[in-house]
């Protein structure tokens, strides 16, 4: 079945380490997208990339980054510099086009701080 | 900018009411409307959409219709069941600067007992 895969689904951070968040999608998505979720909170627009090797800052960039290769992967990079990164991050894909193209969502991967 | 207001929640309602989720929303030019369901632990799934006034989307018993007098885009449903228990979304997906953007609102948990 096509879909969107993230791994792991729970991660643990230490203080002062990097960990990378990934995301494969086999639905031959162009746009790819990722989330920060709250509790209690929407979603909020970390980064995206419409185009392989292109990408875009999104509402709450800063401490993040992410690179994209290939059309399938879409990894996100959590550093140091995010000061409060305990949340759960959702990745979403979509085809290319007008705004009625709904966007499909992995289940997500629940990070923490030791 | 763009903006999604919904109903505070939780709401809780007994199996086989009457559900109705207020959503109403804030944009320049023609949005297209979703409305996405999160099960417990998982990611965001579309459960229906609209892409213009008028335009009634409807999936597993639930519709929503747009209205663009009112910026309005209230989920309902006739018989809701206990499997319908689950944070409901609803978003606008808008082209800014070539790249489709979703604006969420906060999310309303929905309970349904027996």
Not at chain 1, 65 to 84: C, D, G, H, I, Y
Not at chain 2, 95 to 108: D, E, S
Request: charge should be neutral; hydrophobic fraction near 30%; glycine fraction near 10%.
């Amino acid at each position: 079945d096509g879909g969107i895969t993230q791994s792991p689904k729970y991660l643990f951070r230490k203080e002062g380490q990097n960990v990378t968040l990934s995301c494969e999608q086999n639905l031959n998505h162009d746009a790819m997208y990722w989330y920060r979720q709250d509790p209690g909170q929407g979603l909020r627009l970390i980064y995206y990339s419409q185009i392989v090797n292109d990408f875009q800052k999104g509402d709450i960039a800063e401490g993040y980054s992410v690179s994209r290769e290939k059309k399938e992967s879409f990894p996100l990079t959590v550093t140091s510099a995010q000061k409060n990164p305990t949340a759960f991050y959702l990745c979403a894909s979509s085809m290319k086009g007008g705004s009625n193209q709904p966007q499909h969502f992995g289940d997500g991967t629940r990070l923490s701080i030791l | 900018g763009d903006s999604v207001t919904q109903m505070e929640g939780p709401v809780t309602l007994s199996e086989e009411a009457f559900l109705t989720i207020n959503c109403t929303y804030t944009a320049t030019g023609y949005p297209s409307l979703f409305w996405y369901v999160q099960y417990p632990g998982e990611g965001l799934q579309l459960l229906l959409k609209a892409t213009k006034a008028d335009d009634k989307g409807s999936n597993k018993g639930f519709e929503a219709t747009y209205r663009k007098e009112t910026t309005s885009f209230h989920l309902e449903k006739g018989s809701v069941q206990v499997s319908d228990s689950a944070v409901y979304f609803c978003a606008l997906g808008h082209i800014i600067q070539g790249a489709q953007k979703l604006v969420f609102g906060q999310g309303t948990r929905l309970t349904i007992n027996p």
